[in-house]
């Protein structure tokens, strides 16, 4: 059984940095990219950065470059997602995610808030 569990949220001043963590467990992830999104009140829940499991070039939404960035460490089964310069805009649920050809996988979650 797939686990996604994310941790690392909280509330921050903006210009602030946080690091989220996803633990995944349940299966091999090799052929899987590992994601992050995020759901805002009010809004749907949108694409945040991706990288594959297995490697390569991380995928880096447009409203997050240059100030998020995503990485995993295979040995701990564990993708990070480290955020810089944070803004307000930023505020909403934070959801891991890992998608490949068995499935597609949520975290339960974990609220950033970033005060202004």
């Known amino acids: 059984q797939v686990q996604l569990v994310e941790s690392g949220g909280g509330l921050v001043q903006a210009g602030g940095s946080l690091r989220l963590s996803c633990a995944a467990s349940g299966r091999t992830f090799t052929s899987y990219v590992m994601g992050w999104f995020r759901q805002a009140p009010g809004k749907e829940r949108e694409f945040v950065a991706d990288i594959r499991w297995s490697g390569g070039s991380a995928n880096i939404a447009d409203s997050v470059k240059g100030r998020f960035t995503i990485s995993r460490d295979i040995p701990k089964n564990m993708v990070y997602l480290q955020m810089y310069s944070l803004k307000p805009e930023d505020t909403a649920v934070y959801y891991c995610?890992?998608?490949?050809?068995?499935?597609?996988?949520w975290g339960q979650g974990t609220q950033v808030t970033v005060s202004s």
């Open positions: 995610n890992a998608r490949g050809v068995a499935g597609d996988y």
